[in-house]
């Protein structure tokens, strides 16, 4: 998995449409934060959606996908803070903490400017370095700018979204009413149409097997810009243990600072000495360190 980070470049009409969008995202996950805690603290995602889709897409005007998304990641947060609970209460019970965790108490509150996209619904790549985007009142197309080498993986992995659109589209198949078995002129008319539909498809062999995953719209509270962060998966090699003839495993002991092992079995250990020697002073200098200021502090208090 790969997150690439992308700048967009907007006019202020355009920046003022994702702020307004950013901002209706922010109010449906804390709106479906308090059903889901008025609900008995709901986790299920499935089930949260069911009781606040109506609302989302009627009150705050969200697209059909982002009411999707919002109680999506409520209930993410919800099984997150479960987990917690959970985990607290057996610390409890085995003596390590007395304190209760308190996660639970309220309800979790959003109040970053952040909104999570699905790519084909929310956004999708254009040609032209260039990104269709949704936003309350429509979609917007946005130019944007990145690091050179992800960008290339973007057109790859747009090539491969356009080659399995294509196997999944429906061939068109020759089809002619009595009248127009007779007619020659519509029977080549039919034929150039089915000509020109296999010309248009881009060939399988050339993908790459990219293909990418959920994106945040994100504002840099600083500079006010905004970001798209997209997720791309690429795929992996195969590679064979005939293929790494200088692999080594490394383990880290407290005998021996290192041990490396090759895959024909040369072993080396690395004592370290001096190097072992310097990493256990180090956490006793920083000890003594901090009780001298600690105890430097309450001296010059009892001074003044």
Request: net charge positive; hydrophobic share 35%.
């Amino acid at each position: 998995m790969l997150t690439t980070k992308l700048k967009l470049q907007t006019t202020p009409t355009q920046a003022e449409q994702l702020r307004r969008t950013a901002l209706a995202y922010r109010d449906a996950l804390n709106y479906t934060s308090s059903v889901a805690f008025t609900q008995g603290k709901l986790s299920q995602a499935f089930l949260l959606q069911k009781r606040v889709y109506r609302d989302l897409r009627t009150r705050f005007g969200l697209s059909a996908q982002l009411a999707c998304n919002a109680p999506r990641q409520v209930a993410a947060t919800y099984k997150g803070l479960w987990i917690k609970v959970m985990q607290n209460a057996e610390h409890r019970r085995r003596g390590f903490t007395k304190r209760r965790y308190k996660g639970l108490d309220k309800p979790p509150k959003y109040v970053a400017l952040t909104t999570t996209f699905s790519y084909g619904y929310d956004y999708r790549f254009k040609s032209d370095q260039q990104l269709s985007i949704t936003t309350l009142t429509g979609r917007l197309v946005l130019p944007y700018v990145g690091y050179t080498p992800h960008l290339a993986t973007i057109k790859a992995g747009r090539q491969f979204d356009e080659v399995q659109k294509a196997r999944k589209r429906p061939e068109r198949k020759l089809t002619l009413t009595e009248e127009q078995e007779d007619d020659p002129h519509a029977q080549a008319i039919e034929q150039s149409l089915l000509a020109s539909e296999s010309l248009t498809e881009p060939a399988v062999e050339e993908t790459t097997g990219i293909t990418f995953g959920a994106a945040k719209l994100w504002r840099d509270p600083r500079t006010k810009q905004w970001y798209l962060l997209v997720t791309l998966a690429l795929p992996l090699p195969e590679i064979a243990p005939d293929d790494l003839p200088q692999t080594q495993g490394i383990d880290l002991g407290q005998r021996y600072l290192a041990v490396s092992t090759t895959a024909t079995n040369q072993t080396q250990f690395i004592a370290g000495g001096h190097a072992v020697h310097q990493g256990e002073a180090l956490p006793a200098r920083e000890t003594a360190f901090a009780t001298k200021r600690h105890f430097g502090g309450q001296m010059a208090t009892t001074s003044d």
